[in-house]
C-alpha cells in the first residue's frame, strides 16, 4: 500500500513536471514569435523609410478599393492601382495595404496617393496614405 | 451668430449655404459627419479658391463616438486644393490641448509620424504627418516664413487639417463675431495658397 502510495505520488510529480516545461515551452515559443514579427515590422519599416528616401517617386491612382477583413480593427484593403512613376511605363498594380480608420474612409477609386518605387527593382512599391 | 455670418457674408460677397453636409474629409469634420454647418456661408476665398465656411457642431449624442453631454462647437473653413492630393496625403497641425472629443472615435490610433524638426511650431502645434511621408517636401512648405506666420498671425486657437486635397481650418467659437469668422477664413486661405504654391514647386 505504502509502495503505491509512494508510485502514485512520482507519476503526479512527473505529470505536473511534464506540464510545467510544456508551459514553459509554449511561453519560450509565443515569445521568439512575438520577438520575430517584432523584428520583422522593424525590418520592414526601415526599409519603407529607406524607400521612401532613395525610392523613384511617382503617384498611384486607386482604380478600385476592396475590403472586408480587419487587423487590430484597421481595415485591410485589396488596391488595385495606377502607378505613375517618371522614367518608368506606366503600369496596373495590385497590393494588400492596411490603413488606419480615418483613411479607410478617403481610399476610393480616383484617390491619388504618392507611390515610391525601387530603383532596381520595379515590383518593390510603397504606396503613401 | 447669423448676425455675425450675416454681415461677414455681405462684406465678402459670400451666399448663404446654411445646411451644408458635413462630410469626412477630415478628421475634426468626420467627428460631424452627416451633420450640417448651421450657419454657413459659401464663396470665394482670398487667392480665388472656392471655399465654405461655417458653425460645426457635434457632440451630445448628435455624432458617432460622442455618446456624453458635451457638445463641441467650432468655426470652420473648407477648401480644396487637388494638387496636394498626389504629394501629401495627410498633413495635421493641430492646436495643442484642443479637446475635440471626449472618448474618441478610434482616429487617434491612425498611423501618424510626428513632426518636430521646428520648435516654434511645436511650442503652439501639434504636427503630423503620413508615415513615409517626402520630408523634403514638408520641410519646403513648413518654411522659415511660413512657420513664423503660423506661430503668429492665425487667432490663438487656430489648426488645419490638410487630408488627400481637402483643408480644413478651425477655430474655436469665441465671441462668434465678424473678426472671428474673418480671422478663421483669411488664415484658410492663408494655408491653401501656401500649400498650392509649394505643390505648384514640385510640378
Keep these: ?129 | 451668430m447669423e448676425d455675425s455670418f450675416g454681415r461677414f457674408g455681405a462684406s465678402r460677397g459670400l451666399t448663404d449655404a446654411a445646411g451644408h453636409r458635413v462630410e469626412a474629409l477630415t478628421p475634426l469634420l468626420a467627428r460631424a459627419e452627416g451633420l450640417t454647418l448651421d450657419p454657413a456661408l459659401a464663396g470665394t476665398m482670398a487667392g480665388g479658391r472656392e471655399g465654405v465656411l461655417g458653425l460645426l457642431r457635434y457632440g451630445a449624442g448628435h455624432a458617432v463616438g460622442a455618446e456624453s453631454d458635451t457638445s463641441f462647437e467650432f468655426l470652420v473653413a473648407i477648401t480644396r486644393i487637388p494638387a496636394a492630393e498626389p504629394l501629401v496625403p495627410r498633413l495635421f497641425c493641430r492646436r495643442q490641448r484642443r479637446v475635440e472629443s471626449i472618448g474618441g472615435m478610434g482616429f487617434e490610433l491612425d498611423d501618424e509620424d510626428a513632426w518636430t524638426e521646428s520648435e516654434a511650431l511645436t511650442a503652439r502645434y501639434d504636427v503630423a504627418i503620413s508615415p513615409y511621408q517626402d520630408l523634403n517636401w514638408i520641410r519646403q512648405l513648413l518654411s522659415p516664413k511660413f512657420i513664423d506666420w503660423l506661430v503668429s498671425m492665425p487667432p490663438e486657437s487656430f489648426a488645419f487639417e490638410l487630408a488627400y486635397g481637402d483643408l480644413a481650418g478651425s477655430v474655436e467659437v469665441g465671441d462668434g463675431s465678424v473678426a472671428r469668422l474673418e480671422a478663421v477664413w483669411d488664415a484658410t486661405a492663408t494655408v491653401a495658397h501656401r500649400i498650392a504654391e509649394e505643390c505648384a514647386e514640385e510640378l
Design chain 1, 1 to 129: 500500500m505504502l509502495a503505491l502510495g509512494v508510485a502514485s505520488r512520482s507519476v503526479i510529480g512527473l505529470l505536473g513536471a511534464i506540464v510545467l516545461i510544456g508551459m514553459g515551452a509554449c511561453y519560450v515559443i509565443a515569445s521568439l514569435i512575438a520577438v520575430w514579427v517584432a523584428i520583422r515590422a522593424r525590418l520592414g519599416n526601415r526599409h519603407k523609410r529607406w524607400l521612401s528616401a532613395n525610392g523613384l517617386r511617382g503617384k498611384a491612382t486607386v482604380v478600385s478599393a476592396g475590403t472586408g477583413m480587419t487587423i487590430n480593427e484597421q481595415p485591410l484593403f485589396e488596391l488595385v492601382v495606377d502607378l505613375d512613376v517618371p522614367g518608368q511605363a506606366p503600369r496596373r498594380i495590385e497590393r494588400k495595404l492596411i490603413v488606419g480608420s480615418f483613411a479607410a474612409r478617403r481610399i476610393r477609386p480616383g484617390l491619388t496617393m504618392p507611390a515610391y518605387v525601387h530603383p532596381s527593382d520595379p515590383e518593390d512599391v510603397l504606396l503613401v496614405w
